[in-house]
T-cell receptor, first 112, second 114 residues
Framework: KAGVTQTPRYLIKTRGQQVTLSCSPISGHRSVSWYQQTPGQGLQFLFEYFSETQRNKGNFPGRFSGRQFSNSRSEMNVSTLELGDSALYLC???????????FGPGTRLTVL | QKEVEQNSGPLSVPEGAIASLNCTYSDRGSQSFFWYRQYSGKSPELIMSIYSNGDKEDGRFTAQLNKASQYVSLLIRDSQPSDSATYLCAVNGVDPSNTGKLIFGQGTTLQVKP
């Protein structure tokens, strides 16, 4: 079974731009969660989607948004990028809510 | 108080020894506990999950959970240099509004020396 895939793997943007990251979960998994990982803050939860509905959101500004499609694929968007948004963005999928989560390879975003 | 706490290390053990990694959590109602391994520059990889008190063994790995004391640990037997990585403890949010949210510790760096 194919694992979680994320595209693109690397991104370089400048302040003020926006970015869209994509995540394809493991086949059959309906829950997709997004995390931000930085050296200083560690892994922090962004949001979780289940059956196209955002069920939970972390403590991030409204510039961070996401959605999930009917095939469970998910996208997250960050608008008006700031230097502090430079991080590894990780997507994780699970069969259902509160099951084991499996991570994709991540998208490394650098904001200049 | 942080919700999930781990000693950042580094924890250094000789090859073949037992590595013991510990994690404490603050939310007494937590139900699901996970250990992830993360190599430098890679994403976290799930290695163990545990849901009830006691021990759970999988190969060289044993997870231990004590809900009364609010700690979970990971033992790695016969440690190998390839086990050198950061080990992340994660706990599921308890509040129904926290579905799908894993709360992570800062991770413990393990170094296995040949």
């Amino acid at each position: 079974k194919a694992g979680v895939t994320q595209t693109p793997r690397y991104l370089i943007k400048t302040r003020g731009q926006q970015v869209t990251l994509s995540c394809s979960p493991i086949s059959g998994h309906r829950s997709v969660s997004w995390y931000q990982q930085t050296p200083g803050q560690g892994l922090q939860f962004l949001f979780e989607y289940f059956s196209e509905t955002q069920r939970n959101k972390g403590n991030f500004p409204g510039r961070f948004s996401g959605r999930q499609f009917s095939n469970s694929r998910s996208e997250m968007n960050v608008s008006t990028l700031e230097l502090g948004d430079s991080a590894l963005y990780l997507c994780a999928s699970s069969l259902d809510i509160n099951n084991e989560q499996f991570f994709g390879p991540g998208t490394r975003l650098t904001v200049l | 108080q942080k919700e999930v706490e781990q000693n950042s290390g580094p924890l250094s053990v000789p090859e073949g020894a037992i590595a013991s990694l510990n994690c404490t959590y603050s939310d007494r109602g937590s139900q699901s506990f996970f250990w992830y391994r993360q190599y430098s520059g890679k994403s976290p990889e799930l290695i163990m999950s545990i849901y009830s008190n006691g021990d759970k063994e999988d190969g060289r790995f044993t997870a231990q959970l004590n809900k009364a004391s609010q700690y979970v640990s990971l033992l790695i037997r016969d440690s190998q240099p390839s086990d050198s990585a950061t080990y992340l403890c994660a706990v599921n949010g308890v509040d129904p509004s926290n579905t799908g949210k894993l709360i992570f510790g800062q991770g413990t760096t393990l170094q296995v020396k040949p």
